[in-house]
């Protein structure tokens, strides 16, 4: 995921917000439908929304935030439907998202330096918890792993851990081993659970590469790809199994690994690429669906911008 943009007033984003969320949700929508029956393979979201982040739960509902003003949208993947589910507010970004079983969302808050927790039925604002100072960092993505939440800072050496409920302390693990941290890029990107469980899976978005992280000594071991050379633009990262994937933005792909027990080797095994898509940031599974949200950074990011996301079969 890419720092935040120059922002669109909040005046100008959530009263576009609005007045799309009430026609996609009154079915004037252009939600495209497959071919047939079925469930849709694209959802618009409004205007101007600036979207990054996806996450998916159980149920058939998606939950992306927008980099404007740290909203939330939900939409009915049945329909294509959706609504503004939380309005955020002036000055703050919504990156990463994770929906957790028992209904907490757990939210990425990019150059604030903040993670939020909300209700994912209700909309409403948890808590805010301050994992860094607001200048010179960007908390960048969010994965469950135990018994905490684990967000990425793009731009300092360390992951934070945020525990999952209401008690506990936030914990700030340096990334020690072969980790080197570059000035001036995004280093840590997407992130996602080991296949054993006992670690976390980070990507480097500059210069590419996939780091196995202990979640006990935050040492980082670079992992071997086999079959190309890097993961340049990497962004959004999913594990279903030993399958991992890697959304890798600007190049309008996804790129499919297999990973050995430990984590210790990645080799491709496809490629994943749509006409539609357009510089796509982030992944989240539904069935046997990929759903990706286009965050069109090549584009103008203002708030007459149209921007949706799409799905693709897994």
Known sequence: MTENRPRPSRRALLGGAAVAALAVAAGTGSAQA???RGRPTGFPLPDGWLPEGITIGTRPYAYLGSRA???VYRTDLRTGAGEVLW????GLASIGLKLDRDGLLYV?????????????????????????????????DVVLLGDRAWFTDSREAVLYGVPRGRRGEVRALPLTGDWEQLPDVNNANGL??????????VVKST????????LRTGAARRIRLSGAADVVNGDGLLRIGRTLYVVQNRLNLVSVWELDARATTATLRRT???PRFDVPTTAARHGDRLYL??????????PETTFDAVAVPL
């Open 272 to 274: 994943i690429t749509d």
């Open 34 to 36: 497959a071919p047939g």
């Open 87 to 90: 309005g955020g507010g002036s």
């Open 69 to 71: 003003d740290g909203a």
């Open 108 to 140: 990425a808050g990019g150059g604030g330096g903040t993670a939020r927790v909300l209700d994912a039925r209700t909309g409403t604002l948890l808590h805010t918890h301050r994992l860094t100072s607001p200048t010179g960092h960007f908390v960048n």
């Open 192 to 201: 996602a659970g080991s296949p054993d469980g006992t670690g976390l899976i």
């Open 293 to 302: 949200v286009n965050a069109r950074f090549t584009s103008p990011q203002t």
């Open 207 to 214: 210069p590419g590469e996939l780091y196995r992280v202990s």
